[in-house]
């Protein structure tokens, strides 16, 4: 069986990838100026507009914020991020698998003892976080229970460093003529990413995951799945969960764009707003969905029309 997975022709041609940064450039030069993501920036309900981020300048950002961080940090720190699925979420990723150190993505609907814990547990230095846990990376600071010294906000936050902050002091390094956060050395066979998983006993479980661990997923999977440049995926499963990230990486190897959903009662009115053609997702939101428009149609009395 596994000599046939070996024998298998790539799905997209191109996509055999050994770590997270070769994934980044080789699908920087791939796609270019091609949109990877589409975020909706609303002033209100009816007042938005959309910032297109090409591939090129998602790995400008990533090296941007790696040597940011880098010149504040240093490297081999244990960095965890917390929130909801945005754009900022996947650049931390990116760019602390870029040899910074180790990466900690967390639930962001754990309890506040919960999240303390896994910390605690996992060492983290440093915690990325949005707007949503303000609340709680305040009483973090407060109770000084973990080891974590640096809270970077995703957005603009009084009193705490934004990720726009170290890419900007970054930024300038890298104009500069800087590049040693981009030479930084990448072992696909060390451990760099601790996956809290939902326990069926007592707390959740540390998983110990290598860039290769990853990689082999992703290459297996770009071998039976084919996603075209120009399609638009809608990145709803969240990102701290193994499905929902490699849902991600598929689209930024095969050359897709990514959009974010406003919330879960928003879901169909974005996937029609989007155009989306791409969409991992779980069996039971897709029964929801189903159900919703079979509710509307029994409405409508056009029950017949679907026979």
């Known amino acids: 069986y596994m000599n046939n997975i070996k024998q298998l022709t790539p799905a997209c041609e191109g996509t055999?990838?050994?770590?997270?940064?070769?994934?980044?450039?080789?699908?920087?030069?791939?796609?270019?100026?091609?949109?990877?993501?589409?975020?909706?920036?609303?002033?209100?309900?009816?007042?938005?507009?959309?910032?297109?981020?090409?591939?090129?300048?998602?790995?400008?950002?990533?090296?941007?914020?790696g040597e940011g961080l880098l010149s504040r940090q240093g490297k081999g720190k244990r960095i965890a991020i917390v929130g909801k699925n945005r754009y900022e979420w996947i650049l931390s990723y990116f760019t602390v698998l870029g040899g910074l150190g180790i990466c900690v993505p967390l639930d962001k609907g754990l309890p506040y003892e919960e999240l303390e814990s896994s910390l605690i547990r996992s060492g983290a230095d440093i915690l990325i976080f949005d707007k949503a846990h303000l609340k709680v990376v305040e009483r973090l600071k407060a109770e000084g229970k973990t080891n974590v010294s640096e809270f970077i906000a995703m957005e603009e936050i009084e009193d705490f460093p934004t990720i726009l902050e170290y890419m900007a002091e970054g930024g300038s390094l890298v104009d500069s003529?800087?590049?040693?956060?981009?030479?930084?050395?990448?072992?696909?066979?060390k451990i760099d990413i601790l996956l809290f998983t939902s326990g069926t006993t007592s707390m959740a479980k540390a998983v110990m995951l290598c860039q290769r661990n990853i990689m082999a997923n992703l290459n297996s999977i770009n071998t039976v799945i084919k996603v075209y440049p120009g399609d638009v995926s809608m990145a709803f499963l969240p990102y701290h969960h193994t499905f929902g990230a490699i849902g991600q990486f598929v689209m930024i190897a095969q050359g897709a764009t990514t959009t974010y959903c406003d919330g879960l009662k928003y879901l169909q009115k974005n996937l029609v707003e989007y155009r989306v053609s791409v969409f991992f997702c779980v069996p039971l939101l897709i029964e929801s969905i189903y159900k919703k428009v079979m509710a509307t149609v029994k409405k409508e009395g056009k029950e017949k029309k679907l026979a």
């Not at 791939?30 to 090129?56: L, N, T, V």
């Not at 003529?177 to 066979?189: A, F, K, M, N």
């Open 16 to 65: 055999d990838f050994s770590d997270f940064r070769d994934m980044l450039n080789k699908s920087a030069e791939k796609f270019g100026d091609a949109d990877a993501f589409i975020i909706k920036h609303s002033k209100s309900r009816k007042d938005f507009e959309y910032e297109h981020i090409s591939f090129s300048r998602f790995r400008e950002d990533v090296h941007a914020f």
């Open 177 to 189: 003529g800087s590049r040693e956060y981009q030479h930084l050395p990448v072992d696909p066979e």
